[in-house]
């Protein structure tokens, strides 16, 4: 979306663009299929051009927080985080950036909940990490997902974990339905029941959490 010479030049954004996608999504209860009209703003992430971002921010339902694998929550990312505060805007963090060396999701998480002071928690976890990143399980469905072909567009869903990483997303499995028995009342409650919790049970309490500003789902 970089369209201005200076931004591919430079490989930063400079000027916030609009664009717009459809998604078509089936409900986890009942299985419905809706069709979406997401519109999408790119914004700078230099400190340079932050008014892009509160200009932006004003009119958004929701923002992305991109944050490094390398180099996890910035300065420029703790006034981002302040300006959505502002606007009381929901957030759902991604992580990019996992083929580089010395990517490491668990470090951004904890930096997520010790420098900005949000409740936060994986919700996949990546399928190795530098040059054998190939792709992540999905702790919602408990899916393996796997990028293949030229720059990994084509994708693959597999039912079998990978016994490498099974126990890690065991254990991320269960820190995502902790942290959210802290801000949703309904996981709390089957939380400390010891009822078995559902994707058709995190999924909403995910939404109910991250649009209340009481959480971000990392991905």
């Known amino acids: 979306m970089d369209s201005m010479e200076l931004e591919r030049e430079k490989g930063i954004t400079i000027q916030s663009a609009a664009t717009y996608c459809d998604w078509k999504a089936t409900e986890p209860i009942g299985g419905q299929t809706i069709d979406y009209n997401v519109n999408?703003?790119?914004?700078?992430?230099?400190?340079?051009?932050?008014?892009?971002?509160?200009?932006?921010?004003r009119v958004l339902d929701g923002a992305v927080l991109v944050l490094c694998a390398v180099s996890g929550v910035q300065s420029q990312t703790i006034t981002v985080d302040r300006q959505m505060r502002r606007y009381n805007v929901p957030r759902i963090s991604f992580i990019n950036k996992m083929d580089r060396a010395g990517a490491n999701p668990n470090r951004v998480v904890q930096q997520i909940r010790?420098?900005?002071?949000?409740?936060?928690?994986?919700?996949?976890?990546?399928?190795?990490?530098?040059?054998?990143?190939?792709?992540?399980?999905?702790?919602?469905?408990?899916?393996?997902?796997?990028?293949?072909?030229?720059?990994g567009i084509d994708v693959e869903v597999a039912d079998e974990i990978p016994a490498s990483i099974l126990p890690l997303a065991e254990q991320k499995r269960s820190e995502l339905i902790e942290v959210l028995a802290d801000v949703d009342d309904v996981i709390a409650d089957k939380f400390i029941a010891e009822e078995p919790i559902t994707p058709s049970d995190l999924v909403p309490a995910i939404r109910r959490a991250t649009i209340g500003l009481k959480f971000t789902p990392v991905f």
């Open 40 to 57: 999408i703003i790119d914004t700078p992430g230099h400190v340079d051009f932050t008014i892009e971002v509160e200009r932006a921010l």
């Open 114 to 151: 010790n420098k900005l002071r949000m409740p936060a928690a994986l919700v996949q976890v990546p399928i190795g990490t530098e040059s054998e990143f190939s792709g992540v399980v999905d702790l919602i469905r408990w899916k393996a997902i796997y990028n293949k072909g030229v720059k």
